[in-house]
Nanobody
């Protein structure tokens, strides 16, 4: 079983919306939170947001705050990333990953995440 599985990527127009899904396995569901990262060609992997399984606390990067929204369905072990008002600069491969303890100060620290998914491509045309 794949630890984390992303889906929902595709080619969309600027200004449109897209929802990505991340399904966690039983093993990764025992972790505290799920984070989303993205990586554009030639750039380092960038933090997008994170959400905790218990309580639903959310954390967002400034670049997506107000446009992207995280939600979850514990029964389905699934986290959703709702992306609105998409811009060409949002084009990237989007990954989800799990982590144990999480705080507001460390939510975006890439090295603290584990069990990465395979990624799903999001392309926003102008």
């Amino acid at each position: 079983q794949v630890p984390m599985v992303e889906s929902g990527g595709g080619l969309v127009q600027a200004g449109s919306s897209l929802t990505l899904s991340c399904v966690a396995s039983g093993r990764t569901y025992r972790t505290s939170a799920v984070g989303w990262f993205r990586q554009a060609p030639g750039k380092e992997r960038e933090f997008v947001g994170a959400i905790t399984w218990s309580g639903g606390s959310t954390y967002y990067a400034d670049s997506v705050k107000g446009r992207f929204s995280l939600s979850k369905d514990n029964a389905k072990a699934t986290v959703y990333l709702q992306m609105n008002s998409l811009k060409p600069e949002d084009t990237a491969v989007y990954y989800c990953a799990s982590r144990l303890a999480i705080t507001s100060a460390t939510a975006g620290h890439l090295k603290t995440y584990r069990d990465w998914g395979q990624g799903t491509q999001v392309t926003v045309s102008s």
